[in-house]
């Protein structure tokens, strides 16, 4: 008993290694078919890798555009400072809360003079007394998608007369957010899709040129397994060659593009996610799907048409 699954494990390990080689051979042996295969295989790895860095610029810059939609709170003129910490911590102590900053009318004034010198002597005119403008509250919320209801809760808390957050604009800009990810999902799990049909059709002509090798394997005997697992792994192959080209050109290019418009695009307020931290990420995800939707591609084309 013992020895007859020694001789199992060996023949599997057989089975595995000759599978190796001859998916080697194949790849090398059709060469005109390998090079269609992997030129079809990196076309379509390109615009995946494209895509996928497109949909983490769109989240990383939706991201950043969400974290600075600031709910400003301006406070009753008449407001004590006992109030104006009461206030604060009535806000700190609703859901959706972030950060909270306050900044007095003066602060409002000094920062006004800064930013525009023409109107420092107008300002300069008023005291603390006859300052017009009004204590305020900068509330950040944790998910933008509800900032409406938490600004309306801030609202509704006793010192506070008005609430402003962009309101209507906010909600539009999150809701072109949303369509631009899914789109952005959809377009990498249609090439993906795409991917996975032309290497199965790939396949598919390269196994019909040898199915005469293929029958004459059966009729000596061969199990189902020892025929398909060499395509199996040439499917898994022609993937991995597949994908060294997008994996060059894409990320040598983005990294390109990054230096040279100095990691903005056409405006600071589009920053451009740092290669550092998604460069790895990239790699791995084009190799795995040129891997895996090869390696599958081709089992699916030798169950499928030669109906193994």
Same mark, same amino acid.
């Given at each position: 008993?013992? /020895? ?7 023949? %599997?390990?057989?089975?595995f290694?000759?599978?190796?080689? *001859? ?12 090079? &269609? ?35 400003? &709170? ?17 806000i ?35 005291? *603390? ?10 509330? /950040? ?7 409406? %209801?938490t600004?309306? *809760? ?9 609430? %402003? ?43 019909q040129?040898? %199915?005469?090798?293929?029958e ?5 005997? &061969? ?9 199996f ?8 060659l ?16 990054y ?50």
């Open positions: 008993m013992t /020895k007859k699954r020694g001789d199992t494990s060996v023949k %599997k390990i057989r089975i290694f000759h599978s190796i080689e *001859e998916a080697f051979k194949s790849v090398f042996r059709n060469a005109s078919l390998s090079i &269609a295969s992997i030129s079809c295989i990196a076309i379509t790895l390109i615009l995946v890798a494209v895509s996928v860095i497109l949909s983490y610029n769109v989240n990383s810059f939706t991201s950043d555009i969400e974290k600075d939609v600031t709910i400003v &709170a301006f406070l009753d003129k008449e407001v004590t400072q006992e109030q104006i910490d009461e206030i604060k911590t009535k700190a102590n609703l859901d959706n809360i972030a950060t909270i900053e306050f900044e007095s009318k003066q602060q409002l004034i000094d920062e006004m003079k800064e930013e525009n010198a023409d109107l420092e002597n107008i300002l300069n005119q008023y005291t *603390e007394e006859t300052n017009p403008l009004q204590d305020t509250y900068l509330v /950040k919320v944790e998910n933008i998608e509800t900032i409406g %209801k600004a309306e *809760e801030i609202e509704n808390i006793e010192g506070v007369s008005i609430v %402003k957050y962009g309101e209507g604009m906010v909600e539009d800009l999150v809701n072109v957010f949303d369509v631009v990810k899914n789109i952005t999902y959809i377009v990498v799990i249609g090439l993906v899709l795409v991917t996975a049909f032309l290497i199965s059709n790939t396949i598919k002509i390269t196994i040129t040898r %199915k005469r090798q293929i004459i394997m059966r009729l000596v005997g &061969a199990s189902n397994s020892f025929i398909k697992i060499p395509f792994f040439e499917g898994l192959l022609l993937g991995a597949g994908s060294i080209i997008p994996i060059v050109a894409c990320c040598y290019g983005y990294m390109y593009l230096e040279r418009f100095n990691g903005q695009l056409f405006t600071p307020i589009i920053k451009l996610v740092n290669p550092d931290l998604i460069i790895f990420n990239i790699i791995i995800f084009v190799i795995t799907i040129g891997v895996v939707v090869g390696a599958l591609g081709s089992y699916r084309a030798v169950r499928r048409y030669l109906k193994i």
